[in-house]
T-cell receptor, first 113, second 115 residues
Framework: DQQVKQNSPSLSVQEGRISILNCDYT??????FLWYKKYPAEGPTFLIS?????DKNEDGRFTVFLNKSAKHLSLHIVPSQPGDSAVYFCAASENSGNTPLVFGKGTRLSVIA | DTGVSQNPRHKITKRGQNVTFRCDPI?????LYWYRQTLGQGPEFLTYFQNEAQLEKSRLLSDRFSAERPKGSFSTLEIQRTEQGDSAMYLC?????????????FGPGTRLTVL
């Protein structure tokens, strides 16, 4: 059973608009969540993370929101740029990140100029 | 800091052969993880080390897989008697365990193709 789910395999957004990528999880023991970006033939690149003691974390154009009661998190990218086109993975772990990551299947974001 | 490096980047082998991959973590990172990624899936955990101690192995890691981190620095992942189902991207990540949060940084991966 998938503990981390990204239900949208793909998303297309116009340049300059907001991209919203969603992620749901089932394991209530998860307390640390991360987003990674992956280009073809490269390893995942860390983008942003959030601890379960927060409900929002912001870093430049990237903001992650966490709704613990709904077991849902989202990544907002504003404004979207063509270079943001990649596969985005949501990941989660227990014990403040001190356990192996559990990943979703990813969402492919295409930003159209 | 040069980041996590992995060698080789690509490996093509015939079924039944043994292969070994190497991972060099970020300096001073005491944790090292191995993941495997197949097409259309997210990375799946295989095993991880804290310094030289192997702390956990996934049930995905069959007896044909072995990993070591002999001096707590670089790590090797060996696959014996490779099968076509072993074809995947093998990813290594490292992190520094502290009292707060533990962010893992990934290398570029080794793409294995078993013919």
């Amino acid at each position: 059973d998938q503990q981390v789910k990204q239900n949208s395999p793909s998303l297309s957004v116009q340049e300059g608009r907001i991209s919203i990528l969603n992620c749901d999880y089932t394991n209530s023991m998860f307390d640390y969540f991360l987003w990674y970006k992956k280009y073809p033939a490269e390893g995942p690149t860390f983008l942003i993370s959030i601890s379960s003691i927060k409900d929002k974390n912001e870093d430049g154009r990237f903001t992650v929101f966490l709704n613990k009661s709904a077991k849902h998190l989202s990544l907002h990218i504003v404004p979207s740029q063509p270079g943001d086109s990649a596969v985005y993975f949501c990941a989660a772990s227990e014990n403040s990140g001190n356990t192996p990551l559990v990943f979703g299947k990813g969402t492919r974001l295409s930003v159209i100029a | 800091d040069t980041g996590v490096s992995q060698n080789p980047r690509h490996k093509i082998t015939k079924r039944g052969q043994n292969v070994t991959f190497r991972c060099d973590p970020i300096s001073e990172h005491n944790r090292l993880y191995w993941y495997r990624q197949t097409l259309g899936q997210g990375p799946e955990f295989l095993t991880y080390f804290q310094n030289e101690a192997q702390l956990e192995k996934s049930r995905l890691l069959s007896d044909r897989f072995s990993a070591e981190r002999p001096k707590g620095s670089f790590s090797t992942l060996e696959i014996q008697r490779t099968e076509q189902g072993d074809s995947a991207m093998y990813l290594c990540a490292s992190s520094f365990l502290n009292s707060f949060t533990d962010t893992q940084y990934f290398g570029p991966g080794t793409r294995l193709t078993v013919l």
